[in-house]
């Protein structure tokens, strides 16, 4: 069964920093893209950042590139997301989602996300 | 950035009936164009991609159609399940996603 799940949310203040983890179960993490989308409350759906298939290649938002920083671990199945220079406006739900097996740009699996909230 | 823009930003139905939900991108983006359907707590579900092409496991009363700029979402014979905020969003580059659509009883 294919799992992902979230970890590393808190609270912390402006300026601050966090490292979310994604735990990533029933595939293989070297076969599909992965990505942190991320929803403000009672908002919609902001794409982050994603890691692409081949090892190494990473992208992301303009509102996050020099401050957030992705990273993988294929020994131990997981997806990094450290996030710098925290801002109020960073506050949200963070979902880790796997790209389709086709198509590395739309997410057909997603975790039950982990909640960062920026506040002084 | 290509900018998705969704109408209605809701609207109000009964079980049996079709709602359709449209979505403009701001420039072409072929048929680069995903759904998704997501309910208050839980994490997006995709339903379609590739503008038409339905996700495994999704019913078949959703259905996608458009190319370019301009995308509909249908969804027919309207289930009690099918309250929800649906979102569109581009993949021809760097994902955006639209303001989202919620799906309210009539």
């Known amino acids: 069964e294919v799992q992902l799940v979230e970890s590393g949310g808190g609270l912390v203040k402006p300026g601050g920093s966090l490292r979310l983890s994604c735990e990533l179960s029933?595939?293989?993490?070297?076969?599909?893209?992965l990505n942190w989308v991320r929803q403000a409350p009672g908002k919609g759906l902001e794409w982050v950042s994603s890691s692409g298939r081949v090892a190494g290649y990473f992208y992301y938002a303009d509102s996050v590139k020099g401050r957030f920083t992705l990273s993988r671990d294929t020994a131990s199945d997981s997806l990094f997301l450290q996030m710098n220079d925290l801002r109020v406006d960073d506050s949200a739900l963070y979902f880790c989602a796997r790209g389709h097996r086709y198509y590395d740009n739309y997410f057909d699996y997603w975790g039950r996300g982990t909640l960062v909230t920026v506040s002084s | 950035d290509i900018q998705m823009t969704q109408s209605p930003s809701s609207v109000s139905a009964s079980v049996g009936d079709t709602v359709s939900i449209t979505c403009r991108a701001s420039q072409g983006i072929d048929s680069w164009l995903g759904w998704y359907q997501q309910k208050p707590g839980k994490a997006p579900q995709l339903l379609i991609y590739?503008?038409?092409l339905l996700q495994t496991g999704v019913p078949s009363r959703f259905r996608g159609s458009g190319f370019g700029t301009d995308f509909t979402l249908t969804i027919s014979d309207l289930q009690p399940e099918d309250f929800a905020t649906y979102y569109c969003?581009?993949?021809?580059?760097?994902?955006?996603f639209g303001h989202g659509t919620k799906v309210e009883v009539k």
């Open positions: 029933g595939f293989s993490f070297n076969d599909f893209s």
């Open positions: 969003q581009q993949g021809k580059n760097s994902p955006t």
């Open positions: 590739a503008a038409s």
